[in-house]
């Protein structure tokens, strides 16, 4: 019983210690989950977000960095949802760029993080697929639509338990945004048919 007070000092130390990382984690993981949803905001606008995907970016390392002796802390719910975050954004970025998409190993994420965030996207190109079709331009909306529908196919391939990777609720919401897509834009395209059909009668009166 000597040397228990040394013991003890010993485990409150490296307590101490995790605790400090975990509050940093937390602070760091915010930072990561704001900068990711800023630049998807500013995407839809139009903005360049260049310089907000490189923050996030170098914030990811950090928090890499940060966690490299303490890697039970990387799977918690706070890091995975932020690193689900950026891989969203990314994704949506290289998307509109026509870039080729970025791997795991690129973006410093896990591939349970890159897989959920693959199926956050779909949610993101419905969002420039209305745009488009707001703006009548049925044919840019169906190109969203054909990237949706082949994010879809790839998320389709993972059929492995939740505890592995909880893909089937992304799965389920993308083929529902799927299917409403679909159906405006094939809406759409009877109407712009339509409108077609009625200028060329017009043009022969």
Same mark, same amino acid.
Do not use: C, W
């Given at each position: 019983?000597?040397?228990? +007070?040394?013991? =003890?000092?010993? $485990?409150?130390?490296? @307590? +101490?210690?995790? %605790? ?5 984690? $937390? ?14 905001? *500013? ?5 360049? /977000? ?9 914030? $990811? ?33 290289? =998307? ?25 996207? /779909?949610?993101? @190109?419905?969002?420039? *697929? ?6 009548? +331009? ?12 082949? =994010? @879809? ?5 993972? %059929? ?5 990777? *909880? ?10 945004? =799927? ?15 339509? *409108?077609?059909?009625? +200028? ?6």
């Amino acid at each position: 019983m000597k040397n228990l +007070d040394d013991v =003890i000092s010993e $485990i409150e130390g490296r @307590l +101490d210690e995790k %605790d400090e990382v975990r509050e940093l984690t $937390i602070k760091s993981s915010r930072t990561i989950a704001r900068l990711s949803g800023s630049a998807i905001q *500013a995407m839809h606008r139009g903005h360049d /977000v260049g310089t907000a995907l490189q923050e996030t970016r170098e914030e $990811i390392l950090k928090l890499r960095s940060l966690l490299k002796d303490h890697p039970d802390l990387y799977h918690t719910g706070t890091v995975e949802n932020a690193m689900q975050e950026a891989g969203e954004a990314f994704l949506v970025h290289a =998307i509109l760029e026509q870039d080729p998409l970025p791997s795991p190993k690129e973006l410093g994420l896990t591939d349970t993080a890159y897989l959920l965030g693959l199926g956050d996207v /779909v949610g993101e @190109l419905r969002r420039f *697929a209305l745009e488009h079709l707001r703006r009548g +331009d049925v044919k840019q909306a169906s190109g969203y639509l054909e990237k949706m529908e082949r =994010i @879809l196919d790839s998320l389709m391939r993972f %059929d492995y338990p939740t505890a592995l990777v *909880a893909l089937k609720r992304k799965q389920d919401v993308a083929r529902s945004l =799927i299917e409403k897509t679909r159906g405006e834009v094939a809406v759409a395209s009877r109407s712009q048919e339509l *409108a077609d059909k009625l +200028d060329a009668v017009r043009e022969k009166l």
